[in-house]
């Protein structure tokens, strides 16, 4: 996967990045990114039928929202293929993105169990 050392979900960077904002608010930008980055990943898994640009927006798009909610895996993984230099290693970043986001959409919804009226 991305780097061993980031874990694939990190709440208290969601609390930090949202602060202020109630729980519910902070569980409805989860589900965002949930709807959103479900998106992205489709359009990302097209990547072979996909224009060049439109799949770098993809990630960057991705990479955003991973920052603002915890997701640091995905969002490492977004890194690595921007910084890639072929299509070969790009290819094999969205396999393991596509794994990631399992594991990232499982944390997440998860988490939202924790969440007051989720």
């Not at 874990?7 to 990045?17: E, G, K, R, T």
């Not at 990114?33 to 990302?44: E, K, P, S, V």
Request: aromatic share 8%; proline share 3%.
């Amino acid at each position: 996967m991305a780097d061993q050392h980031e874990p694939v979900f990190n709440i208290c960077i969601l609390q930090s990045q949202y602060e202020g904002m109630s729980p519910g608010m902070q569980a409805k930008a989860l589900q965002l990114f949930l709807t959103q980055g479900t998106q992205y990943c489709d359009g990302i898994n097209d990547f072979a039928s996909q224009p060049r640009d439109e799949v770098f927006r993809c990630y960057h798009s991705l990479k955003t929202m991973c920052a603002m909610v915890g997701a640091m895996e995905l969002r490492q993984l977004c890194i690595r293929f921007e910084n890639a230099s072929e299509d070969a290693e790009r290819r094999a970043i969205c396999e393991q993105l596509q794994q990631s986001w399992l594991q990232t959409e499982q944390a997440i919804q998860q988490a939202l169990k924790e969440f007051p009226d989720n």
